[in-house]
């Protein structure tokens, strides 16, 4: 089996009112057994809806896929016994304690916390001194770890981890992806998503989706790589102003907002663009202003397919 | 198995760890039995009445004094006028009345037969029903006492059986009432089926609220596990809550039970069973915790007090009202506990009822494993 997640053309559409929402226009990838594949995209994307039907708790409307082999509407219960769930809400038992809920999916799957506790240790160890508390009563940060032991503790085949990453804070979630990438060493293969752009790298492969649409699937250097442009960041004393005159000059493409600078494409590339926008600026009494090329991000390349 | 025990373990966690509910679980039933109990047990305890002595012999005078000396009466007036009595009926003060025709002591003693007119105000049925009944028991406790005397010989008590006080009883304003209820079978009624329904009807529903259901889905668990487990809990502490019941109404209030106790405890713990079901199949049918909450209260509250029989009796109601209370598991219920509780008749006077009963549980149980969604919406 050289697929652990196969996706053929999936749709999912929904009753809202009077109105039809389609969530997903017929989605297809595949995903490589060991691999770690990201879901990158905003919310409202379609990413729940594709993890709820990979999961088989939701039915697609149309279109086909299969989990370790099986199919997710016709196998669903031995989809069940080989995959682990996190979904994107925190989804264990608030008055439950922290190693009650352990055991109690532990017991679920038929096994116990012994029995595979190397798996999970790494990241029980950070929750272990709060075994005793209360669920409901932990921090964001070790609710995941948690709810990821939770998902863990049978030793599944494929993890589903949906938005893991949301309102967590930053050194959390970087140590969520470092514990991600050893789980992989482990030979579980991952299906993530995260709205968050920057995890995007740490993934072995993605999937950008907006709208129930896939936009591009590659190694993410692929797709940063493939960016059709150069790319120039530039700032000034004055951003904002500085927004406006780009945008009023004649050579730029795009220039957008990102971080504390701006992003910025020219029209024609020829070798004295970088000049004329310099004279051009200071004309219109910018300081301090600096101009640089840049390789693209992932956000830079979703800012360009979305065009 | 393992599962079994760990999933039932977690259930009572849950319970446990959540005060409120649990405060309401035991303190419902508790309150409903005393509040239910007492505030019936003190209308009957020195209710007024007029007393009406046309015969003023010393057999009137004796029943009188054991009419004023038991702890349910208290005589407001004794009058020669009968217009008095009706005025004091319309006034709602007193709630009985007892008419001594004339030559009462005479006709016993002559014509070995007298009569006697108990008239009850009718407008609070269950008021009234007791109310004679305890007027008729104490004359026919002193016609035992005192016209046949255990020391007589079996002669002379066939001939004493001979001397008869017949109590003519009449309702005001509701002649037509029937049947002397008590309440401790339709409060056990009641009570249980609204505990039951309601925790677990929550409980499924909560799992889908808080998004646990998520989990739980994906994984191998079996749905029959799951509503097995969850109505495990409940079921212990309903079985709790009967006995609380059942000592309360034994020794707070005095009912006995007539019946074997062993047999009303399986009834009630197939109606427990039935009304976990019925809870059941609102949880795996309702998407929140308020829906399952507020159907479980319209939908058996409303339905159990009317239909049940123990406050509005089921003969008179029209035919198609008889009809529906048929499907109310809490009717069977009442019938069955009355026989036994107040009754004390066995299994051969019930196992119809009980199997009404039985029925409806596998009915209930059957759907709400069919309705178990094993996906999302």
């Known amino acids: ?307 | 198995m393992k599962q079994f025990i760990t999933f039932v373990r977690k259930e009572f966690k849950h319970v446990f760890r959540d005060r409120k509910t649990l405060l309401m679980l035991f303190g419902l039933p508790i309150v409903q039995i005393v509040l239910f109990g007492f505030a019936l047990t003190n209308e009957i305890k020195n209710s007024k009445i007029v007393v009406l002595d046309y015969s003023k012999d010393n057999v009137t005078r004796a029943i009188i004094d054991e009419v004023e000396a038991s702890q349910y009466f208290e005589i407001a007036t004794e009058t020669k006028n009968i217009q008095e009595v009706e005025a004091a009926f319309k006034s709602g003060k007193i709630k009985s009345a007892i008419i001594f025709p004339s030559n009462f002591g005479n006709d016993l003693l002559h014509l070995h037969k007298a009569q006697v007119q108990i008239i009850a105000d009718g407008s609070d049925p269950n008021t009234a029903t007791t109310l004679t009944n305890y007027l008729s028991s104490i004359i026919q406790g002193y016609q035992q006492q005192h016209l046949a005397s255990p020391q007589s010989s079996p002669e002379a008590r066939g001939n004493s059986m001979s001397f008869q006080i017949i109590p003519e009883m009449r309702m005001l304003y509701n002649p037509e009432l029937k049947g002397a209820h008590n309440f401790v079978p339709g409060v056990m009624a009641l009570v249980l089926m609204l505990v039951c329904v309601m925790m677990t009807s929550i409980s499924i529903v909560r799992e889908k609220e808080l998004g646990t259901m998520e989990v739980l889905l994906v994984s191998p668990f079996k749905p029959l596990l799951v509503i097995l487990s969850k109505a495990m809990p409940y079921l212990i502490l309903s079985l709790v809550n009967l006995i609380v019941i059942l000592l309360l109404s034994v020794f707070a209030l005095g009912l006995p039970i007539n019946g074997s106790v062993v047999l009303l405890f399986l009834v009630s713990t197939l109606y427990i069973i039935t009304a976990l079901s019925l809870g059941l199949l609102i949880s795996t049918s309702t998407a929140s915790q308020q829906t399952a909450m507020l159907l479980s209260l319209m939908g058996m509250l409303l339905p159990t007090m009317l239909f049940a029989g123990f406050m509005f009796p089921i003969e008179n109601m029209p035919l198609p009202l008889q009809i529906i209370s048929n499907v109310v598991p809490a009717k069977w219920f009442y019938i069955i506990v009355k026989s036994i509780m107040i009754k004390g008749l066995g299994i051969a006077s019930i196992w119809k009822e009980t199997l009404i009963l039985f029925g409806m549980t596998m009915f209930l149980l059957a759907l709400s494993l069919k309705k178990f969604n094993v996906r999302l919406a």
Request: glycine content about 6%; hydrophobic content about 40%.
């Open chain 1, 1 to 307: 089996m050289d697929y652990s997640v196969e996706v053929k053309n999936i749709k999912k559409t929904y009753q809202a009112g009077k109105e039809i929402v389609t969530a997903l226009h017929g989605i297809s990838f595949d995903v490589k057994q060991g691999e770690l594949f990201g879901l990158i995209g905003p919310d409202g994307a379609g990413k729940t809806s594709l993890f709820r039907i990979l999961t088989t708790v939701l039915l697609p409307d149309g279109g086909s896929a299969t989990v370790n082999g099986f199919d997710v509407v016709k196998d669903y219960k031995k989809i069940r016994n080989c995959v682990g769930y996190m979904p994107g809400k925190f989804s264990l038992y608030q008055d439950l304690t922290v190693e009650e809920n352990l055991s109690f999916f532990a017991t679920l799957f038929n096994t116990t916390i012994e029995e595979n506790y190397e798996l999970i240790k790494d990241i029980y160890v950070q929750i272990e001194p709060f075994k005793t508390r209360r669920a409901g009563k932990l921090s964001g940060g070790m609710k995941q770890k948690l709810a990821l032991s939770c998902a863990l503790i049978h030793k599944p085949a494929v993890l589903f981890l949906d938005e893991p990453t949301t309102g967590v804070d930053p050194v959390s979630r970087k140590e969520f992806w470092e514990m991600l990438k050893r789980l992989k060493q482990q030979g579980i293969t991952i299906v993530v998503s995260t709205p968050y752009m920057d995890e995007a790298t740490l993934c072995d492969r993605i999937a950008l989706i907006q709208q129930g649409k896939i936009l591009s699937i590659d190694k993410p250097e692929k797709i940063t790589k493939s960016f059709p442009h150069q790319l120039y960041a530039i700032k000034s004393a004055e951003i904002y102003q500085l927004l406006k005159d780009v945008n009023a000059f004649e050579n730029s493409l795009s220039c957008y907002a990102f971080g504390e600078y701006l992003h910025l494409i020219f029209k024609e590339e020829h070798d004295n663009r970088e000049t004329d926008l310099l004279k051009f600026l200071k004309m219109r009494d910018h300081s301090d202003i600096e101009l640089k090329p840049i390789d693209a991000s992932i956000e830079d390349c979703f800012i360009e397919l979305l065009k």
